[in-house]
């Protein structure tokens, strides 16, 4: 693929254009439907202009073939590159495309060269997948795991910050870290806790899954060593769409995760080898950067959360549920989670599904028992009272 010119053509872009502000338009799903999806969280519906912009692209391939129309076109993937780069407050330099934010994480877990006895910092409720892939290395290379336990449903962030902050020796080699976790919505205090890991020498890879295009932030402020997200859960975007960033003194010190190159080198195309791939979704990201609308994300992140207060007073005084929160109001976000007291998670969601066409997540980890909410851009004020009416009914 012709991507040689990729990298100049996003740094003029970014002096002509400067920074881009990511926002939302209201779109109704792209076709009619009486079913009420409250997971945007795991993998959402595409807006309804990334699914034509999908739609005529794949139009486009039946007409010549893949590889030439995604070479043609490869300005559209750059103009995604660019734009992310843009809206996180980083170079285009440091971010290459990827499948989803799995395949990102991984690409910085296995292009760590880590030596036996190095120590990988991780949390219980890191994503699942992440810590499986931190047990292999643990298998295979001999380093050290080192989890960090927390109450997500009931520890201050104080408490979670002193769980970090004892994790770390003179061995800690790399900090794997969430933003927002995916069980209950809980937002890590990520900022005090990688200021903790920059005083240990320790770089940080960041899980930002739940956190891209959902709550207001820039790397920069951040400042993690490395950035996984995707496309196609907050950001509305195609699935099967993700990112890596990586800080430019980094990117020559990560293997890339395919044969891009034989080497390691400061260049970060080294990281977006693609190959085959769904072209029509990489073509399409980009279009998420263009809709049209009067809502930035902290506005709509704002009616997320009003609507998830809303079904929170309403559960109230149910019984049968309790909110996975720690303290009072702390809706805080798009995502929230309920531990059922007495029902199984998948009858209860199944039940939501099949009587209402309410779809839910059944949570079920550890001791983390119940469902999840997480609401989209295009949840209202009556699907939340379908959603209360449905809950107490099956309750
Ligand atoms: C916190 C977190 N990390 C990683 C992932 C994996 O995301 P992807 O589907 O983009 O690989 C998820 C998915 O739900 C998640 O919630």
Same mark, same amino acid.
């Given at each position: 693929?012709?991507?040689?010119?990729?990298?100049?053509?996003?740094?003029?872009?970014?002096?002509?254009?400067?920074?881009?502000?990511?926002?939302?338009?209201?779109?109704?799903?792209?076709?009619?439907?009486?079913?009420?999806?409250?997971?945007?969280?795991?993998?959402?519906?595409?807006?309804?202009?990334?699914?034509?912009?999908?739609?005529?692209?794949?139009?486009?391939?039946?007409?010549?073939?893949?590889?030439?129309?995604?070479?043609?076109?490869?300005?559209?993937?750059?103009?995604?590159?660019?734009?992310?780069?843009?809206?996180?407050?980083?170079?285009?330099?440091?971010?290459?495309?990827?499948?989803?934010?799995?395949?990102?994480?991984?690409?910085?877990?296995?292009?760590?060269?880590?030596?036996?006895?190095?120590?990988?910092?991780?949390?219980?409720?890191?994503?699942?997948?992440?810590?499986?892939?931190?047990?292999?290395?643990?298998?295979?290379?001999?380093?050290?795991?080192?989890?960090?336990?927390?109450?997500?449903?009931?520890?201050?962030?104080?408490?979670?910050?002193?769980?970090?902050?004892?994790?770390?020796?003179?061995?800690?080699?790399?900090?794997?870290?969430?933003? /927002?976790?995916?069980?209950?919505? @809980? +937002?890590?205090?990520?900022?005090?806790? &990688?200021?903790? $890991?920059? #005083? *240990?020498?320790?770089?940080?890879?960041?899980?930002?899954?739940?956190?891209?295009?959902?709550?207001?932030?820039?790397?920069?402020?951040?400042?993690?060593?490395?950035?996984?997200?995707?496309?196609?859960?907050?950001?509305?975007?195609?699935?099967?769409?993700?990112?890596?960033?990586?800080?430019?003194?980094?990117?020559?010190?990560?293997?890339?995760?395919?044969?891009?190159?034989?080497?390691?080198?400061?260049?970060?195309?080294?990281?977006?080898?693609?190959?085959?791939?769904?072209?029509?979704?990489?073509?399409?990201?980009?279009?998420?950067?263009?809709?049209?609308?009067?809502?930035? /994300?902290?506005?709509?992140?704002? @009616? +997320?959360?009003?609507?998830?207060?809303? &079904?929170?007073? $309403?559960? #109230? *005084?149910?019984?049968?549920?309790?909110?996975?929160?720690?303290?009072?109001?702390?809706?805080?976000?798009?995502?929230?989670?309920?531990?059922?007291?007495?029902?199984?998670?998948?009858?209860?969601?199944?039940?939501?599904?099949?009587?209402?066409?309410?779809?839910?997540?059944?949570?079920?980890?550890?001791?983390?028992?119940?469902?999840?909410?997480?609401?989209?851009?295009?949840?209202?004020?009556?699907?939340?009272?379908?959603?209360?009416?449905?809950?107490?009914?099956?309750?």
């Amino acid at each position: 693929m012709h991507r040689r010119s990729f990298i100049k053509y996003s740094t003029i872009l970014t002096s002509v254009l400067g920074s881009s502000k990511l926002i939302f338009a209201k779109n109704a799903l792209p076709l009619e439907s009486a079913i009420t999806n409250l997971d945007i969280a795991a993998t959402a519906v595409p807006c309804d202009e990334i699914m034509k912009e999908h739609d005529y692209w794949s139009r486009q391939i039946e007409k010549s073939s893949p590889y030439h129309v995604w070479n043609q076109n490869i300005k559209n993937a750059e103009l995604a590159n660019f734009r992310t780069a843009s809206q996180l407050n980083v170079t285009s330099e440091e971010i290459a495309l990827s499948r989803n934010t799995t395949e990102a994480i991984d690409t910085i877990l296995r292009g760590i060269e880590f030596q036996k006895g190095d120590e990988i910092i991780y949390c219980i409720y890191d994503y699942p997948f992440v810590q499986n892939t931190i047990r292999q290395l643990e298998k295979r290379y001999g380093i050290n795991p080192v989890p960090v336990y927390i109450n997500i449903n009931a520890d201050p962030d104080q408490t979670i910050i002193n769980a970090y902050k004892k994790a770390f020796s003179p061995k800690t080699k790399l900090l794997c870290l969430t933003h /927002i976790l995916n069980w209950n919505g @809980r +937002k890590l205090p990520v900022e005090e806790i &990688i200021a903790i $890991a920059k #005083r *240990n020498n320790t770089k940080v890879l960041l899980d930002g899954a739940q956190s891209f295009a959902h709550i207001p932030f820039l790397l920069d402020d951040l400042d993690p060593d490395y950035f996984a997200a995707c496309y196609h859960k907050w950001f509305r975007g195609p699935l099967g769409t993700g990112f890596i960033h990586i800080k430019k003194d980094n990117v020559e010190k990560i293997w890339p995760l395919h044969g891009e190159n034989q080497k390691r080198s400061g260049n970060i195309e080294n990281f977006q080898h693609l190959s085959t791939l769904d072209f029509p979704a990489f073509l399409s990201i980009n279009k998420g950067f263009e809709w049209i609308s009067q809502h930035s /994300i902290a506005a709509e992140l704002s @009616r +997320k959360k009003s609507l998830n207060q809303k &079904i929170y007073d $309403a559960f #109230r *005084n149910v019984n049968g549920i309790s909110p996975m929160i720690p303290g009072r109001n702390y809706v805080r976000n798009g995502i929230l989670s309920y531990s059922l007291l007495s029902e199984d998670p998948g009858k209860f969601v199944n039940r939501m599904y099949e009587e209402h066409k309410i779809i839910l997540k059944p949570i079920r980890y550890r001791t983390l028992n119940g469902f999840r909410i997480s609401i989209s851009d295009d949840i209202g004020e009556k699907d939340v009272e379908l959603l209360i009416d449905a809950v107490k009914k099956e309750l």
